[in-house]
């Protein structure tokens, strides 16, 4: 009996030291978790100014185009009698790329195929041709003899000269006639055709001159222009037959075939110059003062998943226009040609990064550090003491959940970080966000 009411209190005894032990440890376990959660708050309520490589930029977007590139349209309706070429061909300047049945078109076009070959051979002979010169030359050599002997007669004719007269005398019976010749003054209606001959002689030897004069060194510029007037207009007529490449460049696509009946103004012919691509977007009024000519680009394609595109600013029109509100400014972008084989479809959207200024270091904080005020953006910076000073800041580029700041701080100054933050981040398209 005792021996049981000793194990009984020994039991009791173990009870009692292990609701002890228990509870020892309980508390140590809340005190512990009290002590993790402070550590926790003050984790959270505490930030740090950090230094990043950061290059400044501005992202926009356009519409990839080729310079130069034609829509090339039929200027007169008929059947197709010949294609040439198929979309991915390269061809060259005056290259016939389609041509129409002659027989098709109407009688004016045909006849001017007659007229193009006649006026051809006029401007060759007028260009190259030695006849014209030579003939100037024999008919000014006549002209001058012509007009020397008419001055000549003329001179004589101021004094006295020999005068010839028939007469009529009788010998051995017959009346026959004989040259009686005399010294005297000619008389008025001989000086009067003398001075008719000299002054004609005189103006067809000065014709004569001009025409030497026009083509002694060479075809006259004015015959010449003419000349290349008519066959321009008979070429053009003779070219509504076919559709010709205007200039080096890759076919992208054919809209005709073989005996398909077309129309005057038709498209047949989508023709660019995919070795000259650029980019006409729109820059922000709050980012153009910041791009410049020779800006690097990098730019990538909706359709081209992967592949980057080089290039740089060529152009930048000061003129602004409003777009939805917002004043844009027009910048065009020279991308770099670009490897053969790659496929460019012209007018997919083009997502640009300028490149303002390369990469250098700056400060970041975390967005919940800032705070504003009607003085401006500011961060709490934590003293050694546990106290808090207010540092003036600027904000910049936000680059995840830290933005870029001026001000007077140090990278490892430790912020305070304020959970309900009257930070407002810039608004990408202008003003402020709300």
């Known amino acids: 009996m005792s021996n049981f009411l000793k194990n009984k209190k020994a039991r009791n005894w173990g009870i009692v030291l292990g609701i002890f032990i228990a509870l020892l440890l309980a508390g140590w376990t809340l005190t512990s978790a009290s002590a993790s959660r402070e550590n926790a708050r003050a984790d959270n309520n505490e930030g740090k100014v950090i230094s990043l490589e950061v290059a400044e930029t501005i992202e926009t977007s356009g519409s990839l185009a080729a310079q130069p590139f034609a829509a090339l349209t039929w200027k007169t309706s008929g059947v197709v009698a010949k294609v040439n070429v198929k979309p ?47 003939r100037a030359v024999i008919a000014l050599r006549e002209a001058q003899e012509a007009y020397d002997e008419a001055a000549e007669w003329r001179e004589e004719l101021n004094g006295k000269i020999t005068i010839q007269q028939i007469k009529y005398v009788k010998f051995h019976g017959k009346t026959i006639p004989k040259v009686v010749e005399r010294e005297d003054y000619a008389d008025a209606e001989t000086i009067a055709k003398a001075d008719e001959d000299l002054a004609l002689a005189k103006a067809q030897l000065e014709d004569a001159q001009r025409d030497y004069e026009r083509l002694k060194d060479g075809p006259n510029a004015q015959d ?66 910041k791009v410049k000519l020779g800006n690097q680009v990098s730019a990538t394609l909706d359709a081209l998943p992967g592949v980057t595109f080089t290039g740089q600013v060529t152009a930048i029109n000061p003129v602004g226009k409003v777009v939805s509100g917002l004043v844009k400014y027009s910048v065009r ?102």
């Open 224 to 289: 010449v222009l003419a000349a290349q007037a008519r066959v321009d207009a008979a070429q053009a007529t003779v070219n509504a037959l076919s559709i010709i490449a205007p200039f080096d460049g890759q076919v992208l696509s054919v809209d005709d075939r073989a005996g398909d009946s077309v129309n005057t103004g038709e498209l047949s012919v989508n023709l660019a110059d995919l070795s000259h691509l650029y980019v006409e977007t729109q820059v922000d009024e709050s980012d153009i003062a």
């Open 333 to 434: 972008i020279e991308l770099d040609e670009v490897d053969e084989g790659v496929f460019l479809p012209l007018g997919t959207t083009v997502n640009v990064v300028i490149h303002i200024r390369d990469a250098e270091a700056t400060l970041a904080v975390p967005i919940t550090a800032i705070q504003n005020d009607s003085e401006g953006e500011y961060v709490w910076v934590i003293q050694n003491d546990g106290s808090v000073k207010r540092v003036d800041v600027v904000s910049g580029t936000i680059i995840g959940d830290k933005v870029v700041v001026s001000g007077n701080l140090k990278e490892g100054d430790r912020l305070q970080i304020i959970h309900e933050s009257s930070f407002t981040a810039p608004n990408p398209f202008g003003g402020s966000s709300q």
């Open 88 to 134: 991915g061909d390269t061809v060259k300047a005056d290259d016939i790329l389609l041509t129409l049945q002659p027989s098709s078109t109407s009688a004016s076009i045909v006849s001017a195929q007659a007229d193009l070959v006649s006026a051809q051979k006029n401007l060759e002979d007028l260009l190259h041709s030695d006849t014209d010169l030579a």
